[in-house]
């Protein structure tokens, strides 16, 4: 089974290396401890370009998002909890996503079926990237996180760039809007609660 997602991974290869000598360093890597470590903690939803249907709509849907990343190594699984603002709501969601480490991918099982990202690093240690479809020029799509709610004028250069290495354009992104985001309160509260619950304990 190893052999096949080898495989798989190998021939995703050559879409990350184009013209652009910058492109070399957005690749399909295994996913170690380190690695683990790295995607550990809060992270905000910046912006993503999804040419699969679905994706693009459920996307255009989130006006702000973040989430807190705790893996776990021994399971290979990753705790996400999530705080999506839709409309002028508040959604939160606790949900288990699935490390596959050879192939460098984590999924979520959601409407009836696993979803899987390529999980890709470029420059800045302070983001990363999910990539589906690789293999698909049809429906391949890019979302881009950083540690921060806000990006930075070079980070969203960045996530131009590594759209412009998997041969998407900029222009089919879709960004959020921190200004509209009604989670904060919540999280901050939920937050409050866990450190007294630790102090309790």
Excluded at 65 to 86: G, S
Aim: aromatic share 12%.
């Amino acid at each position: 089974m190893a052999l096949p997602w080898a495989l798989a991974v190998l021939s995703l290869l050559p879409l990350l290396d184009a013209q652009n000598p910058a492109c070399a360093n957005l690749t399909v890597a295994p996913i170690t401890n380190a690695t683990l470590d790295r995607i550990s903690g809060k992270w905000f939803f910046i912006a993503s370009a999804q040419r699969n249907p679905v994706y693009n709509q459920s996307v255009r849907t989130i006006h702000a998002n973040f989430f807190y990343f705790t893996p776990n190594h021994t399971e290979d699984q990753i705790l996400l909890r999530e705080y999506m603002t839709v409309g002028d709501k508040c959604i939160y969601n606790s949900s288990d996503l699935w490390v596959q480490r050879v192939n460098g991918t984590i999924s979520k099982h959601e409407w009836g079926r696993e979803h899987f990202a390529h999980l890709l690093f470029f420059k800045d240690p302070r983001t990363f990237f999910l990539a589906a479809y690789l293999d698909d020029e049809k429906n391949r799509g890019l979302s881009f996180y950083t540690d921060k709610p806000v990006a930075t004028q070079e980070q969203l250069e960045e996530f131009h760039e590594a759209l412009a290495c998997l041969g998407m354009h900029k222009s089919e992104a879709v960004y959020t809007d921190w200004k509209k985001d009604r989670c904060e309160p919540q999280d901050s509260q939920d937050e409050k609660g866990k450190k007294t619950e630790n102090e309790e304990s």
